[in-house]
């Protein structure tokens, strides 16, 4: 990388630095005392000392926990409806307002039923993540198989290639970039809704935890685990854009 580079690779953080050196002086010349906020000093040292004891680890594991396993079934279960619609026009025509009106629904809408289903704790996390990640992924995929070029697949028909392969070899790899995108979405999407959920109905989690701050009257700690949790989204918007460059050159290493 060059120096030119790395000045601009730095540049994001110009703004951020300067909106926490104003707050810290701010704080500080006006000797502010609030009971929902507290100084970029103070969070960081809130945080410093979660990271130590292992609160805020304990917490993210068990929301990365959900946030992966809901991810994983859902974006599974979408791209495999989401192939099968593209695939099979009748079923797509057919099942095409259930499916709209099914991704429509606000996945804490449906928030009661899996409390019901579930009960509390990771089971119903779970759930209403894969739920909400399914419908996105779906969409996405049908759409990207629809638009196939319609003579690669008359040539799959013709060369013999079964439905199986003809979805491998065919299918997946021309829509792999959109999917990728949805991937990538329904990832940050996943994050936010197992905090969404475990501030609200989880007693585990970042978003249990976060409430736990605020009713003990520790707003830098509530804080810190809100940066905590824009920590966590950027590594795994970093970690999707890594496997997603993995999946493409191990695609054309392949092919």
Not at 14 to 30: Q, R
Request: proline residues 5%; glycine residues 8%.
């Amino acid at each position: 990388m060059s120096g030119l580079e790395s000045i601009r690779s730095w540049r994001g953080f110009l703004l951020p630095a300067l909106v926490l050196i104003g707050a810290e002086v701010n704080f500080a010349v006006n000797g502010i005392e609030s009971a929902s906020l507290a100084a970029p000093s103070q969070i960081l040292s809130a945080g410093i000392k979660a990271l130590v004891d292992g609160r805020i680890l304990v917490a993210t594991l068990q929301t990365i926990q959900s946030v992966l396993t809901g991810f994983l079934l859902g974006a599974s279960l979408g791209v495999a409806l989401g192939i099968i619609l593209g695939l099979q026009k009748y079923i797509n025509y057919t099942s095409e307002i259930s499916v709209e009106a099914a991704r429509a629904i606000p996945p804490l809408a449906v928030l009661p039923i899996w409390m019901i289903i579930c009960g509390l704790g990771y089971q119903m996390e779970i759930a209403i993540i894969a739920f909400s990640t399914m419908w996105p992924n779906a969409v996405m995929a049908r759409a990207a198989v629809a638009n196939i070029e319609p003579r690669l697949l008359e040539v799959s028909r013709v060369i013999g290639l079964g439905p199986f392969a003809r979805i491998t070899k065919i299918a997946l790899p021309a829509a792999l970039p959109r999917i990728f995108v949805a991937l990538r979405l329904s990832m940050g999407f996943s994050l936010i809704i197992a905090v969404t959920v475990e501030i609200i109905a989880n007693p585990q989690g970042v978003g249990s935890a976060i409430m736990v701050a605020q009713e003990v009257g520790d707003p830098a700690l509530m804080l810190a685990y809100l940066v905590w949790i824009g920590v966590i989204g950027f590594v795994l918007n970093i970690a999707m854009k890594w496997l997603e460059t993995w999946a493409f050159q191990s695609h054309t290493a392949g092919s």
